[in-house]
């Protein structure tokens, strides 16, 4: 069974920083450069909402419009991690993040995309 682990999230002043890291066990048969990755967030009384997402090879990646400009998904292949490096937080970035591993490489949008994921990583922005 493939496991996905975040890690770094934390509080932080408005107009701060930080990086969140995803890495993905390694299990026989699967490659990670195949997998399609993405992070999502929820916050308190919301539903889970797309943040970014990259594709196997990272050469393409995609941001939700609130987080554009702020917000950078990287992948590392040789580690089978991914990060989201974010920028210029704002108090409405607060919120559970979660990484997500799509085996088949779809890169969707939709949390139904995405067979595996983490258990999450909180992230509070202070006003």
């Known amino acids: 069974q493939v496991q996905v682990v975040e890690s770094g999230g934390g509080l932080v002043q408005a107009g701060g920083s930080l990086r969140l890291s995803c890495e993905v066990s390694?299990?026989?048969?699967?490659?990670?450069?195949?997998?399609?990755m993405a992070w999502f967030r929820q916050a308190p009384g919301k539903e889970r909402e797309f943040v970014a997402r990259?594709?196997?090879?990272?050469?393409?990646?995609a941001y939700t419009d609130s987080v554009k400009g702020r917000f950078r998904i990287d992948r590392d292949n040789r580690k089978d991690t991914v990060a989201l490096l974010m920028d210029s937080l704002k108090p409405e970035d607060t919120a559970i993040y979660y990484c997500?591993?799509?085996?088949?490489?779809?890169?969707?949008?939709?949390?139904?995309?995405?067979?595996?994921w983490g258990q999450g990583t909180q992230v509070t922005v202070s006003s």
């Open positions: 390694k299990v026989a048969g699967h490659t990670f450069d195949n997998y399609a």
């Open positions: 990259i594709t196997g090879s990272g050469s393409d990646s």
């Open positions: 997500a591993a799509d085996r088949w490489g779809r890169f969707s949008s939709e949390p139904s995309g995405y067979d595996y």
